[in-house]
């Protein structure tokens, strides 16, 4: 992929990215509390005049620096692990505002939710809705709980984050959860507090999500035959950003949501990248330069350990080089070559971009990989012993750093003999 124009540079002036890596070494993931702030506030101003609150999925970055600006907009936080549910509690997501959801939530993190008393907990099959009745009733309390729909909708997204097909490891179907809420009502533990669906995620359209709203309104409709009537009707979260680009205004998910509207529902979404991903870049350095058969590498400090979406999935996330054409699109410029950026890491799938034209690039120079604000520091490892980069924001033109960089003494901690 070529090097694109792109909208978020503004955010991040050169002066700033190359005092950022001066300053906290490299790579180095650097946020922009300004763009962040407005990615969230897109979402309240599509739904404004609505009942609807947002639980920001804390998947897409859990960092706390970052979090406690999306709580302080009033967000709630849909969390997939006991983990993350402290650091949601931590980053000051209230307990109420706070949505369990996952496969495989173990007996110890039901417990936990529980004990914080969050909003509900959603449930993802029969026997995970049987293990929550055994620990609250072992608690003497009443839990509330969602069933995650599977709508059996095609979301048009990579297959590795389309979650809402038939087939798919995710929620239940609608006949199952039918009968899964009908068993709720007799047990008497149980309080119906929302249905659940999540399609998928980098859905770039309204069209999926319309198709799978209707047919769980239809299956409202279905359990209000039963009497029971969930407050909630979460939509998931899964709205796309282009990579390179802000966040397409979340309207047409509001139109997806009508049916719930007309039926007086109170609405839950749950962005993640959308929100997440357009305010981060990857900041790297370019340690070599190399060129092997016809292709042209240069070698970054940041790799797949630090940033597994191109690896992963294939992402493409546009490349900048700082002080170099500052937001023009290299095509075209005949100096330009076409090159792969790869990391350090022992592994050929190691690559944070291939096929991008850009200029002459020196050794020494600075890298910069857009969008890489959610699924970035959250999904990164230790793989070849490694240390995770730190995390920094800008806020009102200074740097303040959220997380530090890793040592390796941080690898070793848990080691115990
Ligand atoms: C249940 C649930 N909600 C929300 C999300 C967030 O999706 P996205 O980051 O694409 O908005 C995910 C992502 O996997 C999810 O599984």
């Not at 072992?138 to 809402?164: E, Q, W």
Request: include cysteine.
């Amino acid at each position: 992929m070529s090097y694109q124009k792109s909208s978020l540079l503004r955010f991040f002036p050169d002066g700033i990215i190359k005092q950022a890596a001066e300053r906290f070494g490299t790579p180095l993931f650097l946020y922009s509390r300004e763009l962040l702030e407005k990615q969230a506030d897109s979402y309240i101003k599509a739904f404004a005049g609505t009942d609807t609150l947002f639980c920001y999925a804390m998947k897409a970055n859990s960092t706390r620096g970052l979090c406690a600006v999306i709580a302080a907009k009033g967000f709630g936080a849909d969390v997939v692990s006991g983990g993350e549910l402290f650091r949601a509690l931590r980053a000051g997501f209230p307990a109420e505002k706070i949505i369990f959801s996952g496969v495989g939530k173990t007996e110890d993190e039901i417990r936990y939710a529980l004990r914080e008393n969050i909003l509900f907990i959603n449930a993802e099959s029969f026997e995970e809705l049987r293990l929550i009745e055994n620990v609250a009733r072992s608690m003497g309390k009443k839990v509330r709980f969602s069933i995650r729909l599977n709508p059996d909708v095609d979301p048009h997204t990579h297959a590795y984050i389309s979650t809402g097909k038939s087939g798919s490891k995710f929620g239940v179907s609608f006949d199952e959860a039918f009968e899964m809420y009908r068993y709720a009502a007799a047990s008497g533990n149980f309080v119906p507090a929302g249905v659940h669906s999540h399609i998928g995620s980098q859905i770039s359209s309204g069209g999926p999500y319309k198709t799978a709203e209707i047919r769980v309104a239809e299956f409202i409709d279905r359990l209000s035959s039963l009497g029971i009537n969930p407050e909630y009707t979460d939509m998931g979260g899964g709205w796309g950003a282009a990579e390179g680009f802000e966040m397409k205004s979340p309207s047409e998910l509001r139109e997806a949501a009508e049916p719930f509207l007309r039926r007086g529902k109170k609405l839950i979404l749950e962005p993640g990248r959308s929100i997440a991903a357009p305010c981060g870049i990857l900041i790297s350095r370019v340690l070599y330069r190399k060129r092997s058969g016809s292709r042209n590498y240069i070698i970054t400090d940041g790799g797949m350990n630090d940033f597994l979406r191109p690896s992963l999935y294939g992402a493409e996330h546009p490349v900048y080089i700082p002080g170099k054409a500052t937001g023009e699109n290299y095509v075209g410029k005949t100096e330009n070559m076409l090159c792969d950026i790869a990391g350090p890491v022992c592994e050929s799938a190691d690559f944070l971009a291939r096929n991008v034209m850009l200029p002459p690039v020196e050794q020494g120079e600075l890298a910069v990989l857009l969008s890489a604000g959610a699924y970035g520091i959250s999904m990164s490892s230790n793989y070849n012993s490694r240390p995770r980069a730190a995390e920094v924001m800008i806020e009102n033109g200074e740097l303040k750093l959220l997380r530090r960089r890793e040592t390796v003494q941080d690898i070793i901690s848990a080691e115990v003999c």
